[in-house]
């Protein structure tokens, strides 16, 4: 009788995820965990009270953690397991925390914007925007100040990073709404958009594009007539509509009939600002200018977002983190990385770059949380 071959067992690959309880209690759900230990994929919580280096080891570690100690931790756990790979880069995630210069990566991806013919055919900026660092820069009405912003404006914490303070915004009408502001503060032009904006999920090379609905427009009438007056808070926005507006009824005609963005247009935007912030978990929010029909303003770019009210999600991170742990190119780059790299981090395309690399672009992280929701 023939020898029988023996078969190895197939490699299972261990992920640790290192999250605060409420991302925890969002993201890492039984339906993931099955989906992805069907692939041989297994999800370890990380205990952030005990070191890193204790643990483990992992094949990959994916996280939403920027603290200094954390940062630390990682560059010690890399050192004794050169073969990991993190995903993503914690410099890169803090990077995510300023309002205003969030969206300064949107101006460097035109050459992925105009890839082909159905991106052509609209065009893709941000708001105007304006920063305000003190009070006495409130004696002056928008006018006056650079970029000639007109009311009515949002306001915006400058720092968004996902405290209960950071989501407290204001729609502004008129001057007498800045006396409510609480600098450092980001006053971001509004646009009518038809009370819909479009969440675009990223996972690597993932795209998807979903209707959500948003503030509601306002009319050139009311605000020339001075009807509107001051300001609202995002919570009191419902107030301004009339009753058939505040249907939830209203809403849902108006995310069924949106026409949805091209997708050749979004999957550029995705892929631009992808490589641009090396970034692999995010979204991104897009309303379309009511003025412009083909115009898109990106007006939001949140790292780690709620993955789990994508349907399908545990499919599609099963399948994004498949393509890290198996791709053996990434995989030894990964080992000829330099001594003085702190972080590695899977570049856009699959590979790994040393963080020195990384462009200097700032983006803002929210949590789950619509915060252009009414």
């Known amino acids: 009788m023939a020898e ?12 640790g995820y290192a999250l605060l309880q409420k991302k925890q ?13 069907a692939r041989g994929i297994d999800l370890v919580r ?11 080891p992992f094949d990959c570690v994916i996280h939403k953690l920027t603290s200094e100690d954390w940062k630390q931790q990682l560059t010690d756990y890399l050192v004794r397991n050169p073969s990991s790979v993190v995903i993503d880069s914690p410099d890169a995630i803090t990077r995510l925390h300023n309002r205003i210069s969030m969206l300064e990566v949107v101006s460097q991806i035109e050459e992925f914007i105009c890839g082909d013919s159905e991106s052509q055919a609209a065009s893709v900026g941000i708001p105007k925007q304006i920063v305000i660092h003190q009070h006495d820069n409130l004696n002056e009405d928008l006018t006056c100040w650079t970029g000639g912003l007109k009311y009515p404006v949002i306001a915006k914490p400058l720092v ?22 609480k600098p450092p503060t980001v006053l971001q ?16 090379e993932y795209v998807k594009c979903v209707r959500r609905k948003s503030l509601a427009d306002i009319s050139e009438e009311r605000l020339r007539l001075g009807s509107l007056q001051g300001s609202v808070s995002f919570c009191q926005v419902s107030n301004m509509k009339s009753s058939v507006k505040n249907c939830d009824s209203y809403y849902k005609s108006l995310e069924d009939d949106a026409e949805m963005p091209p997708m050749g247009l979004i999957r550029n935007v995705a892929r631009g600002l992808r490589k641009a ?57 990964s080992n000829q990385k330099d001594k003085k790299e702190t972080v590695k981090v ?20 929210m949590e789950e949380q619509d915060l252009l929701r009414v």
Not at 46 to 56: C, E, K, M, R, S
Request: a neutral charge; glycine letters at 8%; hydrophobic letters at 40%.
């Open 346 to 365: 899977v570049d856009s395309v699959g590979g790994l770059v040393d963080e020195k690399g990384a462009l200097p672009v700032l983006a803002v992280g």
């Open 189 to 204: 032009e509004f646009v009518n958009h038809g009370g819909v904006i479009f969440k675009v999920y990223v996972v690597g």
């Open 277 to 333: 912030m090396k970034l692999h978990l995010f979204n991104f929010d897009v309303i379309r200018d009511t003025r412009v029909g083909n115009r898109y303003l990106v007006v939001d770019i949140n790292y780690f977002p709620g993955y789990a009210k994508m349907p399908g999600y545990e499919s599609v991170l099963t399948d994004f983190l498949w393509d890290v742990l198996t791709n053996e190119e990434a995989r030894s780059f």
């Open 46 to 56: 990380i205990d952030t009270d005990t070191p890193l280096v204790n643990q483990g």
């Open 4 to 15: 029988m071959k023996t078969m190895k067992p197939n490699k299972r690959f261990s992920v």
């Open 25 to 37: 209690r969002s993201f890492i759900q039984c339906s993931l965990l099955n989906s992805a230990k």
């Open 160 to 181: 968004a990073d996902g405290s209960v303070k950071s989501h407290k915004m204001l729609l502004i009408f008129s001057k007498e709404g800045l006396e409510k502001l």
